[in-house]
């Protein structure tokens, strides 16, 4: 598992990087300030409903990482109206022993408070797990690298990575391939959309 972070990366870990983006258009300027995402398992949470059905909650695994935003000069709504986090998760391939599988996720959110430390986060599913390990118990050790990016207007504006050098997830490699298999959810596809709403950054939802 530690021989993806040995061909991809240097030795010297870079854990963050903070850019500051100046907006010409609307002379505004933005400086994030992201911290190095983690990862923890989950169970399915349960509701109290007028029906219950027997079942044992199986695990998610649920990736995070917490940022800030400021903005000069400071709008009055005192929040950015929208950026996006570009995630990158490089975990072990199911069926080939020793290579990875990079699986993204872009999750655009809107009205993002500023000055104020906010969560962003993505989840892989009891069944993504279950593909992933062969096992029903969510193992943490399966995720090698959580890397992420924030842009705002498109531009890059900051990136870190759970270990390692920030932007590993650009670096071409024979055991490493991007894979779209096993799907990476955003809160809002989880069933733990309406929990700690106040922690989180809002998510844009694409109305179809």
């Not at 169970?43 to 990482?65: H, Y």
């Not at 892989?124 to 959580?146: C, M």
């Not at 391939?177 to 096993?182: A, G, I, L, P, Q």
């Amino acid at each position: 598992m530690r021989n993806l972070r040995l061909s991809l990366l240097s030795v010297a870990s870079v854990a963050t990087l903070c850019i500051s983006f100046q907006s010409t258009a609307y002379a505004q300027s933005y400086k994030v300030e992201p911290e190095k995402p983690t990862f923890d398992d989950l169970p399915s949470p349960e509701f109290n409903t007028s029906k219950t059905k027997a079942f044992k909650p199986k695990d998610w695994l649920e990736i995070e990482a917490s940022f800030k935003v400021q903005m000069s000069p400071e709008p009055p709504s005192k929040t950015a109206e929208r950026l996006t986090v570009k995630w990158y998760i490089a975990v072990e391939h199911p069926d080939k022993k020793g290579a990875f599988l990079l699986l993204t996720k872009d999750i655009t959110h809107v009205n993002v408070p500023l000055n104020e430390e906010i969560f962003s986060s993505v989840y892989l599913s009891p069944a993504s797990i279950k593909r992933l390990t062969g096992r029903d118990r969510a193992a943490k050790g399966v995720v090698n690298l959580v890397g992420y990016e924030i842009l705002i207007n498109g531009e890059k504006v900051a990136q870190s990575t759970s270990d390692g050098k920030v932007g590993w997830w650009n670096t071409t490699s024979d055991k490493i391939s991007r894979s779209d298999s096993v799907p990476l959810l955003n809160k809002s596809e989880t069933p733990f959309v309406s929990m700690w709403w106040d922690r989180y950054a809002e998510i844009l939802v694409e109305r179809r």
